[in-house]
Structures are given as structure tokens and as C-alpha cells.
């Protein structure tokens, strides 16, 4: 794995994100996403609206200086969540884990929570490196994928002194 960050978002980062965003397989892990990955216009309204939200901290990944994915923290029925989307060309060597590091660290409120499919082992194994554990799980309608599916609830909560 090259070198982690997490930087500001900008204009030019937006068609590297859409077309991330629309990488089918990626699409069926994550499976709580756009209904139709494909939508552009329904992609910039989406995303204009996080850049506008003081409620949303949303980061770009790079790994070594060069784009490798997203990682955000947004707020949510009063709880305050984490989420990331790697792209292809990155995954497999700890990119999702570092980022999901250097995130947790930029915000002091806990407990954080993380909602993720419970087939998307490789996102499940990246909150567990980073101490998220499981707290509840629900079948949700997964606009992604079109079908019900499991979804995992998971908290990280203070380490103990
Ligand atoms: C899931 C995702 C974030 C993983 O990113 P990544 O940079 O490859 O993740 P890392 O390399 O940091 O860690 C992946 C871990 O999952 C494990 N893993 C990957 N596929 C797995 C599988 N099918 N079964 C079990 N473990 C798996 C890896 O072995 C690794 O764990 P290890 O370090 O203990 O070996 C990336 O594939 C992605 O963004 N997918 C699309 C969007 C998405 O699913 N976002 C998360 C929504 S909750």
C-alpha cells in the first residue's frame, strides 16, 4: 500500500467519484446505493447536496497523492455515521482500512456507527480492523440492487482508558 490521506473534495474529483460509483461489482457489495448508477444528473444533485451539508464531512482518498476512492461522515437520525467507497484499481492492499483509520480519528463523537451489507465481507473485515463490532441487524429494500438484503448495523465506541 502506497501513502494514505484523506483531502477536500473539488470539482475535478466528481467524474473520477461517478464513475466509481457505477463500477458494477462495487455496486453489488455495497448494494445501499443509487438506485440507477448510472444517472448522472441524479449523481450531481446527490452529491451537490453533501458538499452543501453541514451535517456531511465528505473526504477523497488518495494513495499517494493519486485518487483512490471516498470516505465521509455524515449524521443521521441523530447518529453520527461513517462511510467509504474505494475504487477498483486500489483495492486488496489496505487502502479502505487506512482511510477508515484517518477518518475515525477527524471526529471526536462516539459511539460512530457503520452500516454495511452482510455479504460485503471485505467491508465487514475493514470495520472490524478499525474496532467497529456489530449491534443489530434488519432486512432493508437495497435500491443498488433491487432486492431486500441484510444489512449490519456496527458501533465503535470510546476505548477504555
Ligand atoms: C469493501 C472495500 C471498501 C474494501 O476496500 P479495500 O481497500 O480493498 O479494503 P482493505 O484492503 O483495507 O481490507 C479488506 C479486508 O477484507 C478482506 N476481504 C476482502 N474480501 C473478502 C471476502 N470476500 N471475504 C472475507 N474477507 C475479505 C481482506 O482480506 C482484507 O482484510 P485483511 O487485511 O484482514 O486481509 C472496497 O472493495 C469497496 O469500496 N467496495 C465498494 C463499495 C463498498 O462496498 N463500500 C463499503 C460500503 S459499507
Given at each position: 500500500?502506497?501513502?494514505?490521506e ?10 473520477a ?7 458494477r ?31 456531511v ?95 449490519i ?9
Amino acid at each position: 500500500m502506497g501513502h494514505v490521506e484523506l483531502r477536500g473534495l473539488d470539482e475535478d474529483d466528481l467524474d473520477a467519484i461517478f464513475e466509481m460509483m457505477r463500477d458494477r461489482s462495487a455496486v453489488e457489495m455495497a448494494a445501499f446505493t443509487a438506485a440507477n448508477p448510472d444517472d448522472r444528473d441524479a449523481f450531481d444533485e446527490w452529491i451537490a447536496r453533501q458538499r452543501r451539508s453541514d451535517e456531511v464531512a465528505l473526504y477523497v482518498v488518495t494513495e499517494n497523492g493519486g485518487f483512490a476512492g471516498t470516505a465521509a461522515l455524515f449524521s443521521a437520525d441523530g447518529d453520527r455515521e461513517v462511510t467509504y467507497w474505494i475504487a477498483r484499481h486500489a483495492w486488496g492492499r489496505g487502502v479502505a482500512t487506512e482511510a477508515l483509520h484517518i477518518l475515525v480519528s477527524r471526529e471526536a463523537e462516539r459511539p460512530l456507527f457503520a452500516r454495511v451489507a452482510a455479504h460485503n465481507l471485505g467491508s465487514l473485515a475493514v470495520l472490524t480492523k478499525v474496532g467497529f463490532t456489530e449491534v443489530s441487524r434488519d432486512i432493508e429494500y437495497a435500491p443498488g440492487v433491487g432486492r431486500d438484503i441484510e444489512e449490519i448495523v456496527l458501533v465503535l465506541v470510546p476505548a477504555l482508558e
